[in-house]
């Protein structure tokens, strides 16, 4: 029996005929949201949370009192309390399919865009600079009339100001393969794809080549071209991707989680975490036993 997925499926508010939704909460009370995904981009600003915890796959980061950050669709994400002490903060929410923009993306005018799509697999922060900036035209787009046109092309905007971000920084180690895709990446989705869901298992180089097509020669300079790693090195990054996730939010033990993450035994899973991460997993697991999420459900989760 597989075990049950650590991360829920947000329904989001985003219609068939809409291009995007722009959720503005300018006092939102309580900040637990468990780890989950959607199939959307988002790009979330955070005002007066200084101290929560954001997770965007294997990244963890206590966050300052204005924070932004895209999401690619697929990409795991989840913010927590941690040690914010805010009773109310500000959130405004862009949600987006990138599919929205796939005739103009190869264009020379949306290079950037296109690039900061790709990034936001990873997940993706702005820096101080750009918050400067940024931040009035987002306060400015909640107040547009979200069925116009103009607020569309304001989004647009927003999204090309963005991409200058020469600071920007990529969050986690591990690439969505729900998340942005084009034509010349597909085949490294299919892979990364094919991966993630056989993980768990004892998975060799020649199976994962002969789900691609090509041969092990060619898989293995393919992924390291394209990934800078070799076959090895991207699944052990998807199998301790997989593992913070259940260390901060199963209670599942040390033993368990090692082989429910694909590990075959528990001393190189603890040295193949320790590289990658600086600490043991029960070091890691007790750093931020305060911040273990609750699990909440309601309509907007299935």
């Avoid at 947000?10 to 637990?32: A, M, N, S």
């Avoid at 795991?76 to 109310?88: G, I, V």
């Avoid at 070091?283 to 273990?292: L, N």
Wanted: hydrophobic residues 35%.
């Amino acid at each position: 029996m597989e075990p049950a997925e650590d991360y829920l499926k947000e329904v989001t508010p985003l219609g068939e005929d809409d291009c995007f939704v722009i959720i503005h909460r300018p006092q939102k009370r309580g900040f637990e949201y468990p780890l989950h995904i959607h199939p959307e981009f988002e790009l979330n600003y955070l005002e007066g949370a200084k101290g929560a915890l954001r997770i965007v796959g294997d990244s963890m980061e206590e966050i300052g009192d204005k924070d932004l950050v895209m999401v690619a669709g697929g990409t795991k994400h989840a913010y927590s309390n941690h040690h914010c002490a805010a009773e109310t903060v500000c959130e405004i929410t862009i949600q987006f399919r990138a599919d929205v923009f796939d005739s103009i993306l190869n264009t020379r005018h949306f290079k950037s865009i296109r690039q900061m799509f790709e990034d936001a697999s990873k997940g993706l922060v702005f820096s101080s600079d750009m918050l400067d900036r940024i931040i009035p035209e987002l306060k400015k787009l909640t107040k547009d009339d979200s069925d116009s046109f103009h607020s569309f092309l304001h989004m647009v905007e927003i999204l090309k100001i963005l991409s200058s971000d020469n600071q920007m920084r990529l969050l986690s180690s591990e690439n969505s393969v729900d998340g942005f895709s084009s034509s010349e990446n597909e085949k490294l989705e299919s892979i990364l794809r094919f991966m993630h869901e056989k993980f768990r298992e004892s998975i060799m180089l020649g199976e994962v080549s002969r789900s691609s097509g090509m041969s092990e020669a060619s898989l293995t300079r393919f992924l390291k071209r394209r990934t800078g790693k070799t076959f090895i090195d991207t699944l052990n990054d998807i199998r301790i991707s997989q593992a913070v996730c259940c260390l901060i939010d199963t209670s599942a033990s040390i033993t368990e989680i090692c082989y429910n993450c694909g590990f075959n035994n528990v001393s190189n899973f603890n040295r193949i975490f320790k590289k990658r991460k600086g600490c043991t997993p029960t070091d890691y697991r007790q750093k931020y036993e305060k911040s273990r999420f609750k699990r909440i459900t309601n309509k907007f989760w299935v």
